[in-house]
T-cell receptor, first 116, second 113 residues
């Protein structure tokens, strides 16, 4: 299992500003991901946070809007840039461990972002 | 893209079995069927997974049809704490998309007293 800490747990931000969300894992992990959950919706994968290289973004998400850092195997940040009210969502960090017969994902509690 | 379809909502009486169906007729042969659930205001939680055999753990049972086109998650004795959104997802254990989860809309299960 994994313990994932996200900071902040929630924030209210002014439009046009940026917010950086931190994700700390209690053990080294190769695979780390960022998801977005808009109000009343399911989770959508934003990107894969790659250690030592640029993140891999899913269709519809770009680095300029969601820059990601992954300086080591236990930590990552997601920045939501130039925010607008449409960015109001829960942002979740996830790590995946691959065992012999499973690839289990663990999620942080999320960062609830409200843009006003 | 999500390759699974689930009913948007289901109800279940407390203490009864909850049977949640999932259609995954287009998942590939190397994709396992995983189930996660998300209790309100929390991150998703792993429940169970399988490839083609039925599986059981302390939380649930998973019944996969022989043709792998559908499956059913069974919570044998539902409690109020099982009220959550349940997601059925096809997950490969290798390949370029390893680790990435593509969630569908899931099923909102409501357990009532």
């Amino acid at each position: 299992s994994a313990v994932i800490s996200q900071k902040p747990s929630r924030d209210i931000c002014q439009r046009g500003t940026s917010l950086t969300i931190q994700c700390q894992v209690d053990s080294q992990v190769t695979m780390m991901f960022w998801y977005r959950q808009q109000p009343g919706q399911s989770l959508t994968l934003i990107a894969t946070a790659n250690q030592g290289s640029e993140a891999t973004y899913e269709s519809g998400f770009v680095i300029d809007k969601f820059p990601i850092s992954r300086p080591n195997l236990t930590f990552s940040t997601l920045t939501v840039s130039n925010m607008s009210p449409e960015d109001s969502s829960i942002y979740l960090c996830s790590v995946v461990y691959q065992g012999r017969a499973n690839t289990e994902a663990f999620f942080g509690q999320g960062t609830r972002l409200t843009v006003v | 893209d999500a390759k699974t379809t689930q009913p948007p909502s289901m109800d279940c009486a407390e203490g009864r079995a909850a049977n949640l169906p999932c259609n995954h007729s287009t998942i590939s042969g190397n994709e396992y069927v995983y189930w996660y659930r998300q209790i309100h205001s929390q991150g998703p939680q792993y429940i169970i997974h399988g490839l083609k055999n039925n599986e059981t753990n302390e939380m649930a049972s998973l019944i996969i049809t022989e043709d792998r086109k559908s499956s059913t998650l069974i919570l044998p004795h539902a409690t109020l704490r099982d009220t959550a959104v349940y997601y059925c997802i096809g997950v490969p254990h290798r390949g370029s998309t390893l680790g990435r989860l593509y969630f569908g809309r899931g099923t909102q299960l409501t357990v009532w007293p």
